[in-house]
Protein backbone atom coordinates (compact mmCIF):
# COMPACT_ATOMS: atom_id res chain seq x y z
CA UNK A 1 0.00 0.00 0.00
CA UNK A 2 1.42 3.71 -0.82
CA UNK A 3 1.63 6.25 1.98
CA UNK A 4 0.77 9.61 1.75
CA UNK A 5 4.53 10.77 1.24
CA UNK A 6 4.56 8.58 -2.16
CA UNK A 7 1.67 10.00 -3.44
CA UNK A 8 2.28 13.29 -2.51
CA UNK A 9 6.27 12.69 -4.20
CA UNK A 10 4.35 11.36 -7.66
CA UNK A 11 2.23 14.87 -7.91
CA UNK A 12 5.08 16.90 -7.09
CA UNK A 13 7.14 15.43 -9.91
CA UNK A 14 4.35 15.64 -12.20
CA UNK A 15 4.05 19.15 -11.17
CA UNK A 16 7.44 19.99 -12.05
CA UNK A 17 7.61 18.66 -15.03
CA UNK A 18 4.65 20.38 -16.43
CA UNK A 19 5.98 23.78 -14.87
CA UNK A 20 9.20 22.99 -16.77
CA UNK A 21 7.08 23.06 -19.82
CA UNK A 22 5.41 25.35 -19.50
CA UNK A 23 8.61 27.81 -18.57
CA UNK A 24 10.30 26.56 -22.19
CA UNK A 25 7.07 27.54 -24.10
CA UNK A 26 7.41 30.58 -22.66
CA UNK A 27 11.23 31.21 -23.04
CA UNK A 28 10.11 30.31 -26.74
CA UNK A 29 7.97 33.12 -26.85
CA UNK A 30 10.12 35.50 -25.55
CA UNK A 31 12.96 34.64 -28.08
CA UNK A 32 10.59 34.16 -30.82
CA UNK A 33 7.80 36.02 -30.48
CA UNK A 34 6.35 35.19 -34.11
CA UNK A 35 5.08 31.80 -32.58
CA UNK A 36 2.07 34.17 -31.34
CA UNK A 37 1.07 34.23 -34.68
CA UNK A 38 1.12 30.28 -34.75
CA UNK A 39 -2.11 28.14 -34.91
CA UNK A 40 -2.94 26.52 -31.56
CA UNK A 41 0.02 28.25 -29.84
CA UNK A 42 -2.43 30.26 -27.47
CA UNK A 43 -4.75 27.13 -26.86
CA UNK A 44 -1.35 25.65 -26.18
CA UNK A 45 -0.07 27.56 -23.66
CA UNK A 46 -3.72 27.35 -22.00
CA UNK A 47 -3.31 23.93 -22.28
CA UNK A 48 -0.16 23.66 -19.99
CA UNK A 49 -1.68 25.92 -17.59
CA UNK A 50 -4.92 23.95 -17.48
CA UNK A 51 -2.91 20.47 -17.01
CA UNK A 52 -0.86 22.26 -13.87
CA UNK A 53 -3.88 23.29 -12.80
CA UNK A 54 -5.72 19.67 -12.93
CA UNK A 55 -2.59 18.06 -11.03
CA UNK A 56 -3.23 20.61 -8.51
CA UNK A 57 -6.52 19.82 -7.99
CA UNK A 58 -6.21 15.58 -8.27
CA UNK A 59 -3.09 15.93 -6.05
CA UNK A 60 -2.89 13.10 -3.07
CA UNK A 61 -4.18 15.88 -0.86
CA UNK A 62 -7.20 16.33 -2.23
CA UNK A 63 -7.93 13.48 -3.39
CA UNK A 64 -6.51 10.78 -0.81
CA UNK A 65 -6.11 12.30 2.27
CA UNK A 66 -8.78 12.64 4.60
CA UNK A 67 -12.44 12.00 2.38
CA UNK A 68 -15.57 14.21 3.57
CA UNK A 69 -17.51 11.14 4.03
CA UNK A 70 -21.00 11.10 4.59
CA UNK A 71 -24.43 9.00 4.51
CA UNK A 72 -25.42 9.13 0.34
CA UNK A 73 -28.41 8.20 -1.24
CA UNK A 74 -26.93 5.06 -3.73
CA UNK A 75 -29.62 5.37 -6.25
CA UNK A 76 -29.01 9.19 -6.32
CA UNK A 77 -25.19 8.42 -7.10
CA UNK A 78 -25.55 5.93 -9.28
CA UNK A 79 -27.74 7.99 -11.47
CA UNK A 80 -25.35 10.54 -11.71
CA UNK A 81 -22.55 8.07 -12.45
CA UNK A 82 -24.38 6.56 -15.15
CA UNK A 83 -24.76 9.81 -16.97
CA UNK A 84 -20.52 10.21 -16.73
CA UNK A 85 -20.55 6.47 -17.92
CA UNK A 86 -21.96 6.81 -21.09
CA UNK A 87 -19.85 9.34 -21.85
CA UNK A 88 -16.80 7.42 -21.97
CA UNK A 89 -18.50 4.74 -24.64
CA UNK A 90 -19.57 4.68 -28.13
CA UNK A 91 -23.39 4.82 -29.19
CA UNK A 92 -23.31 1.27 -29.80
CA UNK A 93 -21.92 -0.41 -26.22
CA UNK A 94 -24.09 -1.67 -23.85
CA UNK A 95 -24.20 -0.21 -20.48
CA UNK A 96 -25.40 -2.12 -17.68
CA UNK A 97 -25.94 -1.13 -14.03
CA UNK A 98 -27.26 -4.02 -11.71
CA UNK A 99 -29.19 -2.59 -8.72
CA UNK A 100 -30.84 -4.43 -6.35
CA UNK A 101 -33.89 -3.21 -4.40
CA UNK A 102 -33.44 -2.00 -1.01
CA UNK A 103 -29.61 -1.02 -0.68
CA UNK A 104 -28.95 0.93 2.62
CA UNK A 105 -27.00 4.61 2.62
CA UNK A 106 -23.31 4.50 1.45
CA UNK A 107 -20.84 5.90 3.54
CA UNK A 108 -17.51 7.63 1.77
CA UNK A 109 -16.89 11.38 -0.12
CA UNK A 110 -19.19 11.34 -2.87
CA UNK A 111 -16.97 13.37 -5.23
CA UNK A 112 -13.42 11.30 -4.64
CA UNK A 113 -15.68 7.68 -5.26
CA UNK A 114 -16.99 8.90 -8.50
CA UNK A 115 -13.79 9.99 -9.42
CA UNK A 116 -12.25 6.87 -8.82
CA UNK A 117 -15.10 4.72 -9.99
CA UNK A 118 -14.85 7.33 -13.39
CA UNK A 119 -11.27 5.91 -13.59
CA UNK A 120 -12.12 2.50 -13.14
CA UNK A 121 -14.82 2.85 -16.24
CA UNK A 122 -12.68 5.14 -18.47
CA UNK A 123 -9.60 2.10 -17.89
CA UNK A 124 -12.64 -0.60 -19.05
CA UNK A 125 -13.32 1.78 -22.08
CA UNK A 126 -10.57 1.86 -23.20
CA UNK A 127 -9.33 -1.80 -22.52
CA UNK A 128 -12.85 -2.37 -24.87
CA UNK A 129 -11.66 0.62 -27.84
CA UNK A 130 -15.68 2.53 -26.39
CA UNK A 131 -17.27 -0.43 -27.45
CA UNK A 132 -17.84 -3.64 -25.92
CA UNK A 133 -20.37 -4.56 -22.44
CA UNK A 134 -19.87 -2.28 -19.71
CA UNK A 135 -21.68 -3.84 -16.83
CA UNK A 136 -21.75 -1.93 -13.07
CA UNK A 137 -23.14 -4.10 -9.98
CA UNK A 138 -24.13 -2.78 -6.74
CA UNK A 139 -24.22 -5.10 -3.54
CA UNK A 140 -23.54 -5.31 0.17
CA UNK A 141 -21.23 -8.20 1.48
CA UNK A 142 -20.43 -8.41 5.61
CA UNK A 143 -21.73 -4.80 6.31
CA UNK A 144 -19.85 -3.49 3.16
CA UNK A 145 -20.71 -1.80 0.01
CA UNK A 146 -19.11 -3.19 -3.01
CA UNK A 147 -18.94 -1.99 -6.32
CA UNK A 148 -18.23 -4.08 -9.13
CA UNK A 149 -16.82 -2.64 -13.09
CA UNK A 150 -17.00 -5.22 -15.40
CA UNK A 151 -15.87 -5.14 -19.07
CA UNK A 152 -15.52 -7.56 -21.90
CA UNK A 153 -12.00 -6.55 -23.23
CA UNK A 154 -8.68 -8.35 -23.59
CA UNK A 155 -8.22 -8.95 -19.96
CA UNK A 156 -5.06 -8.17 -18.14
CA UNK A 157 -1.96 -10.65 -18.78
CA UNK A 158 -1.42 -12.65 -14.89
CA UNK A 159 2.00 -11.45 -15.38
CA UNK A 160 1.18 -7.50 -15.52
CA UNK A 161 -1.52 -7.99 -12.69
CA UNK A 162 0.91 -7.09 -9.95
CA UNK A 163 1.82 -4.33 -11.00
CA UNK A 164 -0.59 -2.35 -12.36
CA UNK A 165 -0.89 -0.43 -9.20
CA UNK A 166 2.15 0.95 -9.23
CA UNK A 167 3.07 4.35 -10.17
CA UNK A 168 3.46 5.33 -14.00
CA UNK A 169 3.28 1.73 -14.88
CA UNK A 170 0.85 1.19 -17.47
CA UNK A 171 0.36 -1.18 -20.59
CA UNK A 172 -0.70 1.37 -22.82
CA UNK A 173 1.48 3.39 -25.25
CA UNK A 174 0.56 6.65 -24.19
CA UNK A 175 -0.59 5.90 -20.45
CA UNK A 176 0.15 7.56 -17.76
CA UNK A 177 0.01 5.00 -15.38
CA UNK A 178 -1.64 7.19 -12.36
CA UNK A 179 -5.40 6.11 -12.73
CA UNK A 180 -5.37 3.19 -10.91
CA UNK A 181 -2.93 4.36 -8.21
CA UNK A 182 -4.95 7.55 -7.71
CA UNK A 183 -8.40 5.38 -7.83
CA UNK A 184 -6.85 2.76 -5.41
CA UNK A 185 -5.53 5.72 -2.87
CA UNK A 186 -8.81 7.14 -2.67
CA UNK A 187 -10.34 3.54 -2.00
CA UNK A 188 -7.77 3.14 0.32
CA UNK A 189 -8.18 6.26 2.50
CA UNK A 190 -12.05 5.38 3.04
CA UNK A 191 -10.68 2.12 4.64
CA UNK A 192 -11.85 0.21 1.53
CA UNK A 193 -9.59 -2.30 -0.83
CA UNK A 194 -9.92 -2.38 -4.67
CA UNK A 195 -8.84 -5.92 -6.24
CA UNK A 196 -9.06 -7.29 -9.99
CA UNK A 197 -9.94 -10.54 -11.35
CA UNK A 198 -9.18 -10.41 -14.78
CA UNK A 199 -9.39 -13.09 -17.70
CA UNK A 200 -7.36 -13.11 -20.85
CA UNK A 201 -9.82 -12.67 -24.16
CA UNK A 202 -13.24 -12.24 -21.56
CA UNK A 203 -12.58 -9.25 -19.78
CA UNK A 204 -11.54 -7.81 -16.16
CA UNK A 205 -13.28 -7.01 -13.12
CA UNK A 206 -12.56 -4.50 -10.70
CA UNK A 207 -14.17 -4.53 -7.09
CA UNK A 208 -14.30 -1.44 -4.78
CA UNK A 209 -15.07 -2.50 -1.27
CA UNK A 210 -16.28 0.37 1.00
CA UNK A 211 -17.58 0.35 4.96
CA UNK A 212 -21.08 0.99 5.18
CA UNK A 213 -20.89 2.79 8.64
CA UNK A 214 -18.48 4.79 10.48
CA UNK A 215 -18.31 2.41 12.98
CA UNK A 216 -18.08 -1.30 11.94
CA UNK A 217 -18.95 -2.28 15.30
CA UNK A 218 -22.38 -0.55 14.11
CA UNK A 219 -25.20 -3.65 13.16
CA UNK A 220 -25.64 -4.59 9.85
CA UNK A 221 -28.94 -4.21 7.69
CA UNK A 222 -30.43 -7.23 7.05
CA UNK A 223 -29.72 -6.02 3.00
CA UNK A 224 -26.12 -6.65 3.81
CA UNK A 225 -25.70 -9.54 5.30
CA UNK A 226 -26.37 -11.63 1.78
CA UNK A 227 -22.66 -12.46 0.57
Not at 94 to 110: A, C, R, S
Not at 126 to 135: F, I, P, S, V, Y
Not at 182 to 207: D, N, V
Amino acid sequence: MLKNEDYKFIFHEIKNSVAVIGCSLQLIEKKHPEVKDFPFWEDTLADVAGLRQMILEVSSTSLCENPQKSYVNLYDFLSVLRTSAHSLFDDDAVITFDIPFGLPEGYFDTMRIHHALLNLIKNASEAMNRHGTLTIRTYCRKNHLCFDVCDSGCGIPPEIQDQIFNPFFSSKEDGSGLGLVIAKGIIESHGGTLSLASTMGQGTTFTISLPLTANQNEKSDPVCEAS
